[in-house]
């Protein structure tokens, strides 16, 4: 099989791909990448040099990046490629709405025309909007309500994935998962950036008071979902990737403390994200049922793992979180937003 893997710099694209290399040793990768901020060809260094596997740098969003990336064609495209973080996208949109939804469409409009014989939109649970307590779920069939310009954005590249089933019959299969955590996550999301700091022995900034929730799958668990939707999957269906592992941001940052050798006097409550959603908290049952896959990961044993690989990879971090990084960064690429 040929895989397209967009995205696969990135956090989750770069364990995917090391899932797929190791699981099917027949399989082929091309990863395209734009290298953003987020890209990072360090998290793919132990098998840049595997006989199966092809970097290409472009954008999604454009066309002749994509069709060389597709070459002579792909048995699939698997889109990890976005903007990801909500509080980028609350500082500045755009980079969003020209990745998450045009990006999204260029692809689909590739797999319209022939290219790749299926794609899988790799979504979030966050366009469902957010639930009030542990005990609702979205399901597949929630209505969106997205509230942060990620989301939003988000929601529009897997709206449109599902107009071009509806309309053209273009195969694809849209997922909607909860939040991933483990190795190679960029130092700015919840659990690295407590940690990494922790580890740099500073504060930690706690939105509020903490008391927000949400759903957590270790990278491995999400491979695996991938892999059943590659292989089992359906064209036009939309499968939820949840653990049922609800967690509030207060208790995560407790354990990480803990895990640490810190008291909370590390904690900082800062002011609360705009539009911050309370919860999120996802309805696995179709996967499950249909599929047979099921989340196999104790969270506090995954979360220790996470920790443990981000105190023996401090280069890897170290980099990302450097002054000289951060000029970098505001140079070329904050300020062409
Ligand atoms: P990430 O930010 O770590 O990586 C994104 C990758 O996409 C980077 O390598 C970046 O260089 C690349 N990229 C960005 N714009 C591009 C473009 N225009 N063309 C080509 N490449 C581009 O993201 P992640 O956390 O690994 O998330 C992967 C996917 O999973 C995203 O689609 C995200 O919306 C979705 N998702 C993430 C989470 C989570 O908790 N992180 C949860 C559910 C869904
Ligand atoms: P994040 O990792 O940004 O993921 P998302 O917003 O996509 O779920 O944030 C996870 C939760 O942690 C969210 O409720 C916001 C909160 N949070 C903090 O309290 N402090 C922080 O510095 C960050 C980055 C997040």
């Given at each position: 099989?040929?895989?397209?893997?967009?995205?696969?710099?990135?956090?989750?694209?770069?364990?995917?791909?090391?899932?797929?290399?190791?699981?099917?040793?027949?399989?082929?990768?091309?990863?395209?990448?734009?290298?953003?901020?987020?890209?990072?060809?360090?998290?793919?260094?132990?098998?840049?040099?595997?006989?199966?596997?092809?970097?290409?740098?472009?954008?999604?969003?454009?066309?002749?990046?994509?069709?060389?990336?597709?070459?002579?064609?792909?048995?699939?495209?698997?889109?990890?490629?976005?903007?990801s973080h909500v509080d980028r996208s609350i500082l500045s949109p755009r980079a969003f709405l020209d990745t998450d939804i045009f990006g999204t469409y260029t692809l689909l409009e590739a797999?319209?025309?022939?290219?790749?014989?299926?794609?899988?939109?790799?979504?979030?649970?966050?366009?469902?909007?957010?639930?009030?307590?542990?005990?609702?779920?979205?399901?597949?069939?929630?209505?969106?309500?997205?509230?942060?310009?990620?989301?939003?954005?988000?929601?529009?590249?897997?709206?449109?994935?599902?107009?071009?089933?509806?309309?053209?019959?273009?195969?694809?299969?849209?997922?909607?998962?909860?939040?991933?955590?483990?190795?190679?996550?960029?130092?700015?999301?919840?659990?690295?950036?407590?940690?990494?700091?922790?580890?740099?022995?500073?504060?930690?900034?706690?939105?509020?008071?903490?008391?927000?929730?949400?759903?957590?799958?270790?990278?491995?668990?999400?491979?695996?979902?991938?892999?059943?939707?590659?292989?089992?999957?359906?064209?036009?269906?939309?499968?939820?990737?949840?653990?049922?592992?609800?967690?509030?941001?207060?208790?995560?940052?407790?354990?990480?403390?803990?895990?640490?050798?810190?008291?909370?006097?590390?904690?900082?409550?800062?002011?609360?994200?705009?539009?911050?959603?309370?919860?999120?908290?996802?309805?696995?049952?179709?996967?499950?049922?249909?599929?047979?896959?099921?989340?196999?990961?104790?969270?506090?044993?995954?979360?220790?793992?996470?920790?443990?690989?981000?105190?023996?990879?401090?280069?890897?971090?170290?980099?990302?979180?450097?002054?000289?990084?951060?000029?970098?960064?505001?140079?070329?690429?904050?300020?062409?937003?």
């Amino acid at each position: 099989m040929k895989i397209l893997v967009t995205g696969g710099a990135g956090f989750m694209g770069s364990n995917f791909i090391r899932y797929v290399l190791n699981k099917y040793p027949d399989y082929k990768i091309i990863n395209l990448d734009k290298l953003t901020y987020a890209g990072n060809l360090e998290n793919l260094r132990d098998i840049e040099n595997n006989p199966n596997y092809t970097f290409v740098k472009g954008d999604i969003a454009k066309t002749e990046d994509v069709d060389r990336a597709l070459g002579e064609g792909a048995d699939v495209v698997i889109n990890y490629a976005a903007e990801s973080h909500v509080d980028r996208s609350i500082l500045s949109p755009r980079a969003f709405l020209d990745t998450d939804i045009f990006g999204t469409y260029t692809l689909l409009e590739a797999v319209r025309a022939g290219k790749a014989k299926k794609m899988i939109q790799i979504s979030t649970d966050e366009v469902f909007g957010m639930v009030h307590n542990v005990n609702e779920e979205f399901t597949e069939e929630t209505k969106f309500d997205p509230s942060s310009p990620y989301s939003a954005s988000k929601a529009g590249g897997d709206l449109m994935a599902n107009a071009y089933w509806r309309t053209y019959k273009t195969p694809v299969i849209v997922t909607h998962s909860c939040n991933f955590y483990g190795a190679y996550q960029y130092p700015e999301k919840l659990i690295p950036l407590f940690v990494t700091n922790l580890l740099e022995n500073k504060k930690i900034p706690v939105y509020g008071e903490g008391n927000q929730f949400r759903e957590w799958i270790f990278t491995e668990d999400h491979c695996r979902a991938i892999d059943a939707i590659l292989h089992k999957g359906e064209a036009g269906e939309v499968y939820n990737i949840g653990t049922r592992n609800r967690k509030a941001n207060i208790e995560i940052t407790k354990f990480i403390l803990n895990y640490l050798g810190k008291d909370e006097s590390y904690i900082e409550h800062v002011a609360d994200r705009p539009g911050h959603d309370f919860g999120y908290a996802v309805n696995p049952d179709k996967l499950i049922g249909k599929l047979g896959w099921k989340p196999e990961t104790n969270f506090e044993d995954g979360l220790a793992e996470t920790i443990e690989w981000y105190k023996n990879n401090e280069s890897w971090w170290k980099k990302l979180k450097s002054k000289e990084y951060q000029e970098y960064y505001e140079k070329n690429y904050a300020s062409k937003k």
